[in-house]
Every structure is written in structure tokens, then in C-alpha cells.
């Protein structure tokens, strides 16, 4: 077994893996799995670089995982950055205050290689299971990009695309400084667009239509299915590979929408982070449900982060 730590920083969230993995059985046991909404991309699609006082939320939890890689001896990190830190004037800040804090350089990957870290740590456990039928489209929806993977035993293609649920509210639910509380027809009009024209470049690239099972990554995803799940409490075993019909996803897109933050908050799997950013999340994942003809999603809890342990080992 190798103790690995990984670290996955994106446009919303960031997030740490410590993992024993054996590479001949295939077998990750977690040790520490932790996230914490840094919101490293506020303002970046507006602004084109990243902020001040989002880059000091990005390093103090760097401070904290740092820390627990020390406390429980990982022989080897890899940090990943994602959308927000590939399109930022000021990466650099980034790179070297993370280089600081952690002893590792941050690696600002392509889009590609999101998604094949994506496809890695989504479908490696769903090897062998005949009720899921290959090939598979892997959909990451992330704060600034999605990335759409397809692929049975290996990545056939691949594209990533720059809508998110961070990237999508600021531009049409802000207005003001604030988030429009609900959104008018017109709003949710222009992010269908901008949806719409996404899934054209991605289906530029990946065939879309031909896949047979969707999975669905991250935290839009997820929250979506712990509503759907009726949850108490966030659970993670309860939301990881359970199955949401495309009906009760619109039924909750369109809650979402007409709902306020208040409503949103007393959602009781509703992270805090995500209140402002799961409507226009959520409108992404069934655009895409809508356009692929996927008539459910396999929400997965498994993703970039468990990708980028396994390239490690």
C-alpha cells in the first residue's frame, strides 16, 4: 500500500485526499477526505485575475491540509488547479504562495487532463457491474468548466468546456454586487445559451449520444442527489451511486430557480458555499441530461480527486 496525498483546487472548492492505495488490487482506503468552498475564482471570468482575498481563503486552507499530510505521513502530494487558475493574469501569486505552504508546486493542467483524472477516479470502481452499460459519459461540473469524458475501460474523448455554476452566476444572476433572488425568464434563458452553445463545442470532440450510462461528478451534482434523496444531513455513502431520474432532476432545477437564499440555506445537504451557486449548477446538469437523452444520472463521489491519487501511485 502507498500513502498518497492529493489535493484538487478548482473554481469553487478545494479539496484534500489521503488515501492508502494498493496499485495491483485496485483498493483505495481514504483516510482523510475533506473540502472546504474557497471560492478561488470570484470574479476571474469578469476581473481575469484572481483576487486577493480569495487567494488568502486558498492558502489558509492549504495551512489546514498541510498539516493533516503532515499528521498522518503521506510519502507523496500532488496539488492540481483547475479553471480558475488556468485563466488568471496572477497565477503565478498562486503557484508561489501554495509552493509555500505545501513544499509542491501546484500543476495548472489542461482541461484533458481534468477529464481524464475525472474518468480515472468515476469509473474504476464500476468495473465489472452489468447494470451499468458502457460505454460511459463522465459529465464534471465544476465552478468555472464541465468536463465531459467518454469512455468504457479507457478515455475515448474528451473536452472541457468553460461553463460552471460559479462561472454562470456571475455572469447572468449578478446584478449589483448581488445574486438575483429568484431569476428572471430572461436570466435563465441566457445561461441555456450559454449551455447550449458548451454542448456544441463539446460534441465537437466527444460523441455524445453514444454513451449509455451518465455519471455525474462534484459538488452540483451530488447536492442535487442528496434533495432527491430527501436527506436529513449530507451523507456521502447514501448519495454515491445512487441513481436520479431525469424528472426529478428538473423538478429540482426548478425549485432551485424559483427559490430564495433563504429557501436554498434551509436545504439540509445545502453546503454554505454552494447556496448562491447550485441554481445555476443545476441547470447545467439537466441541459446536459436533456441534450444527451439521458433519462437518469449515477452520481458518483468519486472523481478528479480520486484520479489525481491514482496517478500518483
Not at 496499485?23 to 482506503?29: A, N, V, Y
Not at 503557484?95 to 501546484?106: K, M, N, T, Y
Not at 451499468?132 to 465531459?148: A, H, M, R
Request: glycine share 8%; hydrophobic share 45%.
Amino acid at each position: 500500500m502507498k500513502r498518497v496525498a492529493a489535493i484538487d483546487c478548482g473554481t469553487n472548492s478545494i479539496r484534500l485526499l489521503v488515501a492508502d492505495l494498493d496499485p495491483e488490487t485496485g483498493e483505495l482506503k481514504d483516510l482523510d477526505r475533506r473540502m472546504q468552498i474557497v471560492r478561488l475564482g470570484q470574479g476571474v471570468d469578469r476581473t481575469g485575475r484572481l483576487a486577493p482575498e480569495a487567494l488568502e481563503r486558498t492558502f489558509a486552507a492549504c495551512r489546514e491540509y498541510a498539516a493533516v499530510i503532515e499528521e498522518l505521513g503521506a510519502e507523496r502530494v500532488r496539488f492540481v488547479a483547475t479553471s480558475a487558475s488556468r485563466d488568471a493574469e496572477n497565477r503565478d501569486d498562486f503557484v508561489r504562495g501554495v509552493a509555500d505552504i505545501l513544499g509542491v508546486e501546484p500543476e495548472v493542467i489542461t482541461g484533458d487532463q481534468e477529464a481524464e483524472f475525472s474518468f480515472t477516479g468515476a469509473t474504476k470502481e464500476l468495473t465489472g457491474r452489468a447494470d451499468l452499460e458502457k460505454p460511459y459519459l463522465v459529465v464534471d461540473i465544476g465552478g468555472g468548466s464541465t468536463e465531459f469524458v467518454l469512455g468504457s475501460d479507457s478515455v475515448r474523448a474528451a473536452r472541457s468546456v468553460d461553463i460552471g455554476c460559479v462561472r454562470m452566476t456571475e455572469r447572468h444572476l449578478v446584478h449589483d454586487g448581488e445574486v438575483v433572488d429568484p431569476p428572471g425568464e430572461g436570466q435563465i434563458a441566457a445561461i441555456r445559451a450559454d449551455v447550449a452553445a458548451a454542448l456544441d463545442q463539446a460534441a465537437e470532440a466527444v460523441p455524445l449520444a453514444e454513451a449509455h450510462t451518465l455519471v455525474g461528478l462534484a459538488g452540483t451534482v451530488t447536492t442535487i442527489a442528496g434533495i432527491a434523496l430527501r436527506l436529513d444531513a449530507y451523507d456521502s455513502a447514501a448519495i454515491h451511486h445512487s441513481r436520479i431520474p431525469l424528472g426529478k432532476v428538473r423538478e429540482i432545477t426548478e425549485q432551485l430557480l424559483g427559490s430564495t437564499h433563504d429557501e436554498r440555506a434551509a436545504i439540509p445537504v445545502m453546503h454554505p458555499g454552494r447556496v448562491d451557486v447550485i441554481a445555476a449548477g443545476a441547470l447545467v446538469l439537466l441541459s446536459i441530461m436533456e441534450r444527451t437523452g439521458a433519462q437518469e444520472v449515477v452520481v458518483s463521489e468519486h472523481d478528479i480527486l480520486d484520479g489525481i491519487a491514482w496517478s500518483i501511485a
